[in-house]
């Protein structure tokens, strides 16, 4: 099968099965979307989408966050692991934000990694989610499902699995790619127990085909 087959069918059933491709963070506004992913490193989305509510409240607006004590904010986001550099990473960006920026999250890669806790990852999302751009968010699960169906080499890098995948997916296509290959990678293709006999990507996956 040729590449842009495989690229193409395997896009046509992702599509068919979660319609839609929506990020599974909460969030209103462009600044609370990059809170929410820096508190997801290591934690579920579920654990954040408990935590943002209560935190979003108090502390409404950029301005808020970019002037909140840093103890504080630690023990709102406390569960989430790794609270003291996600605490800091997140009144530091939100100062950024307010003195660098204009008070909006940028649209550039460049400009969104000079963000305290913001790496290639948070940056891609952000680009895609905010803005609608080329983005490819290569966790845990794009890595290992993206290896499986031979649209990378295999590789556990995140930085080479994002350019490899840039060579072959329709940069339209990048952001949703990603959003819905993380829900299969929840609901299907999990990492210890992988449902092959149910699953829509078997006809591509090589794993699936090693069987």
């Given amino acids: 099968m ?13 599509k068919k099965e979660y319609p839609e491709a929506l990020c599974a963070l909460n969030y209103e506004k462009d600044y609370e979307l990059m809170i929410a992913v820096r508190l997801s490193a290591q934690c579920t989305d579920a654990r954040v989408n408990l935590v943002t509510p209560a935190l979003f409240a108090r502390y409404p607006s950029l301005e808020a966050f970019a002037e909140a004590d840093v103890l504080e904010v630690e023990r709102y986001v406390h569960s989430c692991g790794f609270f003291k550099h996600k605490a800091a990473d997140i009144v530091d960006a939100c100062k950024m934000l307010r003195d660098s920026y204009g008070g909006k999250v940028p649209d550039t890669m460049e400009a969104l990694l000079k963000l305290p806790g913001v790496g290639r990852k948070t940056a891609n999302l952000l680009l895609g989610d905010i803005y609608g751009k080329e983005a490819y968010v290569c966790d845990t699960h794009c890595i290992r499902i993206a290896g499986k169906l031979g649209l990378t080499d295999g590789t556990k890098d995140p930085v080479k699995c994002e350019m490899q995948l840039r060579e072959v997916l329709p940069p339209e296509e990048s952001s949703s790619f990603c959003h819905r290959i993380v829900l ?5 293709c999990t990492a210890r127990n992988p449902g092959c006999e149910a699953c829509i990507l078997a006809p591509f996956c090589k794993s699936f085909a090693g069987k």
């Fill in 2 to 14: 040729r590449m842009n087959e495989r690229v193409d069918g395997i896009l046509e059933a992702l």
């Fill in 184 to 188: 299969h990678g929840r609901a299907v």
